[in-house]
C-alpha cells in the first residue's frame, strides 16, 4: 500500500507560478512510475504529466508542455510539479499518482494503482 499526500496547492494571478509536492510513504518509491492528473466540475480526470522511475524521463500533455515541469527526488520520497505561467483553464484539483506498471510511462488513470487525496489550484482571470 502506497499513501500518497500532495501540497502546495492555492489560489494564484493568471500569469502566475505554484510548486506542488507530492509525498509517499513507500518504502521503494523509486519503483514507481509517478504522475499528476487534474480534474474540474463536470469533466473526466485528464493526464498532466508522468516522470520514470529514475527521473530521466518525462512526458507531458499538450495542454501544459513547456510551462509545466514534473520532477522527482528519490530519497526524499517526493514527485514535484513546477507550474508556471498558469491560465484560468488549469483551475482543477491536481492529484499524485503512482503505478508499478513496468512500462516506461502511462498517461491513463486507470493504469495508476495509487492516489492522493487532491490539491485545490485556482487560477484567477
Known amino acids: 500500500q502506497v499513501q500518497l499526500v500532495e501540497s502546495g496547492g492555492g489560489l494564484v494571478q493568471a500569469g502566475g507560478s505554484l510548486r506542488l509536492s507530492c509525498a509517499a510513504s513507500?518504502?521503494?518509491?523509486?519503483?514507481?512510475?509517478m504522475a499528476w492528473f487534474r480534474q474540474s466540475p463536470g469533466k473526466e480526470r485528464e493526464f498532466v504529466a508522468t516522470?520514470?522511475?529514475?527521473?530521466?524521463?518525462?512526458y507531458y500533455a499538450d495542454s501544459v508542455k513547456g510551462r509545466f515541469t514534473i520532477s522527482r527526488d528519490n530519497a526524499k520520497n517526493t514527485v514535484y510539479v513546477q507550474m508556471n505561467s498558469l491560465k484560468p483553464e488549469d483551475t482543477a484539483v491536481y492529484y499524485c499518482?503512482?503505478?508499478?506498471?513496468?512500462?516506461?510511462?502511462?498517461?491513463?488513470?486507470?493504469?495508476?494503482?495509487?492516489w492522493g487525496q487532491g490539491t485545490q489550484v485556482t487560477v484567477s482571470s
Open positions: 513507500a518504502r521503494t518509491f523509486s519503483s514507481y512510475i
Open positions: 499518482s503512482s503505478t508499478s506498471r513496468m512500462g516506461l510511462y502511462y498517461t491513463a488513470p486507470s493504469d495508476y494503482y495509487y
Open positions: 516522470i520514470s522511475r529514475s527521473g530521466s524521463s518525462t
